[in-house]
């Protein structure tokens, strides 16, 4: 079955860590996003990337990090630089931005 | 860029009545709108979609309107269900940018 994987489902970072969230999709799209959904809140966007090894910040990208090295794997790092880190993550793909969205389960993170 | 407004924020109805909801966007180039369904604890899902050559879609007890001349979108649910109950995110892309609503919590009780 093609899908789009997010691990782990649940994660706790202490303060002053970095932690790294993955995301793989075996759907072959091009186009893959991290997006932030906070409590009561919209999706806001982190970044984007449309292709492999090219990707772009979106609206809150601040403290946060990514990488493309495979067409598959999307990871996004959240840095110690991140002030306010905890939230619940979202992966998404897509064949290019025109087009739905097919979002993953969901990281929560949660700093203690 | 694009901005997407999204009414209500909650929904309560009961089993077998309709649900509306409605969204407006800003950018007249806009041609793209998406429907999401979130559940507890999951991630959204694409339920419908419209492109802006089309006025309405429908698939079965949901539906969709486009007002281009207006700017605004609405989803329908008929003979909702208690498995209705989610969060509805509507979006709306321009020049490759999609943009979503900030959420309808809609409740369908028993």
């Known amino acids: 079955d093609g899908g789009i994987t997010q691990s782990p489902k649940y994660l706790f970072r202490k303060e002053g860590q970095n932690v790294t969230l993955s995301c793989e999709q075996n759907l072959n799209h091009d186009a893959m996003y991290w997006y932030r959904q906070d409590p009561g809140q919209g999706l806001r966007l982190i970044y984007y990337s449309q292709i492999v090894n090219d990707f772009q910040k979106g609206d809150i990208a601040e403290g946060y990090s990514v990488s493309r090295e495979k067409k598959e794997s999307f990871p996004l790092t959240v840095t110690s630089a991140q002030k306010n880190p905890t939230a619940f993550y979202l992966c998404a793909s897509s064949i290019d931005r025109r087009y739905g969205y097919t979002f993953g389960s969901g990281t929560r993170l949660t700093v203690v | 860029g694009e901005n997407v407004e999204q009414h209500p924020s909650t929904l309560s109805v009961q089993e077998g009545d309709s649900a509306v909801i409605k969204c407006t966007y800003s950018d007249s180039a806009s041609n793209y709108f998406p429907w999401y369904k979130q559940e507890l604890g999951k991630g959204p899902q694409l339920i419908i979609d419209i492109r802006s050559n089309v006025g309405e879609k429908k698939d079965q007890r949901i539906a969709v309107t486009l007002n281009k001349t207006a700017k605004h979108f609405s989803l329908h649910i008929t003979e909702t269900q208690p498995e209705d109950s989610a969060v509805y995110f509507c979006?709306?892309?321009?020049?490759?940018?999609?943009?979503f609503g900030a959420g309808t919590r809609l409740t369908v009780k028993p």
């Open positions: 979006a709306a892309t321009s020049y490759n940018d999609m943009r």
